[in-house]
């Protein structure tokens, strides 16, 4: 998906595929969950995932937690 597809909102969870560099949406949702912290996350915001792990991430912090990589103190 990028940004100029436009798909109708839908309410409840997308399942989606996640790609290098973009996703695709396999079943329509307003969101996906973090694998990390189980945050809804919105589509339109979604911005960081494993494409070898088929997961979403909230944000680089959550993505660097499931790596195992500790923040410097």
Same mark, same amino acid.
């Given at each position: 998906?990028? &940004?100029?597809? &436009? &798909?109708?909102?839908?309410?409840?969870? @997308? +399942?989606?595929?996640? !790609?290098?560099? +973009?996703? $695709?949406? !396999? =079943?329509?949702? @307003?969101?996906? $969950?973090?694998?990390?912290? @189980?945050?809804?996350? =919105?589509?339109?915001? !979604? =911005?960081?995932?494993?494409?070898?792990?088929?997961?979403?991430?909230?944000?680089?912090?959550?993505?660097?937690? =499931?790596?195992?990589?500790?923040?410097? @103190?």
């Amino acid at each position: 998906m990028n &940004r100029y597809e &436009r &798909r109708p909102i839908s309410v409840g969870e @997308a +399942e989606v595929e996640y !790609l290098d560099g +973009e996703f $695709r949406i !396999l =079943r329509p949702g @307003a969101y996906v $969950r973090c694998a990390v912290t @189980a945050v809804a996350i =919105r589509i339109e915001d !979604l =911005r960081y995932w494993n494409v070898d792990l088929q997961e979403p991430y909230a944000g680089p912090e959550a993505k660097l937690q =499931r790596l195992g990589v500790k923040p410097k @103190a």
